[in-house]
């Protein structure tokens, strides 16, 4: 009769545990060479099923000599022996769920495991494997515990390609949204899989974002919350969607939560019908999977500047280089601002004739001479139709602008005079290109 033989070997990780243990050679030697050490090592609760030495002879032939020379096809197996966020021991699944036992999914690759305690014995079966696997024994570690097994779980299916390229590569994900991700600077956690709900280059098409570039200009904070609400914690294939219906489940974006729901076998994210994003697709990754959606999904209290005074061909783009060295981005994505911006050959006048010239001024004198060219406040030109000089503070608050209109309109401030020459109007604001760079009271040109 098989005994069940519980362990506990504290100060020690999982790794550690499988490290020690010569019946464990083959699963050691293949955590050695792949990312998953990192899984057995940090994650706070990992319940880890590795197969006994003697398990790995049973696999077809030519297995193991794919598994010895392809290291993705072992991370592949490791994973699928990986269960995070729960220590699994005898003890917790008769506590919890007696003899019923449990069904719990592997860390990577949306497989199920059905667990329970026979006999005073802790089975485990696989979707994939007719057979029960046995523990042969628990060992508990400081971030959770080993369960020996006495036969693989999966067998892998060589005929399926293996994830080899991760989110940064090239060719995961659509090119529009991964110039948003490489932009944004997040950092996706390496201890465990995310998936990323990816909009199509369509869907950003279709709110009017066509270019690879244009995010390079947007305020890094929206950037950041953007590809954090469509990061999901946790690798949510179609099977987890699935099962996930009517559930909200965590973004990386504060405290928000996508809710998931099917309407006949297709997953939507989100649940109002003007809101909600259909998957249609996904790319499997190293770092988890990109479920492709036909809708741009924006986090609560995030307006997407794409017809913002910030986007690419909206402003002279002198002024908007000169907005951006002077650290003053943001201002551009505000609400309620016009923008007097002088064209790129009024720069050019002025010496100004590329972003390095800029870095000619100094920081507080550039910062001021932009803040000369902004109001708070929507002013169009009708604004000024009709009436006498028009003044306005701009943003230096101790300076003043002059709008006269009843010629041609123009704009003047300490003895200088621009013709404006054309204006915009976007989602937060009014932009006037003028023909002269207007200079506060103690900056000129350099």
Not at 194 to 202: D, F, H, K, Q, S
Not at 273 to 293: K, R, W, Y
Not at 427 to 436: L, P, Y
Request: with cysteine.
């Amino acid at each position: 009769m098989l005994t069940l033989l519980c362990v506990c070997m504290w100060g020690l990780t999982v790794k550690d545990v499988v490290d020690s243990r010569s019946d464990l050679s083959v699963m050691r030697d293949m955590v050695g060479v792949v990312r998953s050490t990192d899984w057995l090592n940090n994650r706070p609760l990992v319940s880890f099923f590795p197969p006994v030495n003697t398990a790995f002879e049973k696999l077809p032939c030519g297995a193991m000599d794919l598994l010895a020379t392809e290291p993705s096809y072992s991370e592949a197996l490791i994973k699928l022996h990986i269960v995070t966020g729960v220590s699994i021991t005898q003890a917790a699944i008769l506590s919890m769920y007696g003899n019923r036992g449990v069904g719990m999914y592997t860390s990577d690759l949306n497989r199920r495991l059905d667990i329970s305690v026979v006999d005073s014995k802790m089975t485990i079966k696989s979707e994939t494997e007719s057979e029960l696997s046995i523990s042969l024994g628990e060992t508990n570690a400081d971030n959770g515990v080993v369960q020996a097994l006495d036969k693989v779980l999966y067998t892998l299916d060589t005929t399926k390609s293996i994830p080899t390229l991760s989110f940064y590569d090239e060719g995961v994900l659509p090119s529009i949204f991964r110039a948003a991700f490489l932009a944004s600077g997040v950092t996706l956690p390496s201890d465990r899989s995310v998936t990323i709900l990816a909009p199509t280059n369509e869907a950003f098409t279709r709110i009017g974002i066509t270019s690879n570039t244009l995010f390079e200009s947007w305020p890094r904070q929206v950037l950041q919350r953007l590809v954090q609400y469509l990061t999901l914690d946790g690798y949510y294939g179609d099977t987890t969607l699935s099962n996930s219906d009517g559930q909200a489940v965590r973004t990386f974006d504060l405290n928000n939560k996508v809710t998931v729901s099917m309407r006949g076998t297709t997953a939507y994210i989100n649940t109002s019908t003007d809101t909600s994003a259909a998957i249609t697709g996904n790319v499997t990754a190293t770092d988890g999977i990109v479920q492709l959606t036909d809708r741009v999904l924006v986090p609560p209290g995030v307006t997407l500047p794409t017809n913002s005074l910030i986007v690419p061909g909206m402003l002279p783009e002198m002024f908007r280089q000169a907005v951006k060295v002077a650290l003053l981005s943001d201002l551009l994505t505000s609400t309620n601002l016009t923008v007097f911006a002088p064209t790129n050959e009024a720069f050019a006048a002025v010496g100004v004739n590329t972003e390095q010239d800029l870095f000619s001024y100094a920081f507080t004198d550039l910062q001021r001479l932009v803040k000369h060219h902004m109001v708070r406040g929507v002013y169009t030109v009708d604004t000024f139709q009709n009436t006498v000089p028009y003044t306005l503070i701009t943003l230096n608050l101790d300076t003043e602008l002059t709008v006269d209109a009843r010629d041609q309109v123009t704009v003047s401030a300490d003895g200088l005079t621009a013709t404006v020459l054309s204006n915009v109007t976007c989602t937060d604001g009014v932009g006037h290109v003028i023909d002269t760079v207007l200079f506060p009271s103690g900056v000129g040109p350099v």
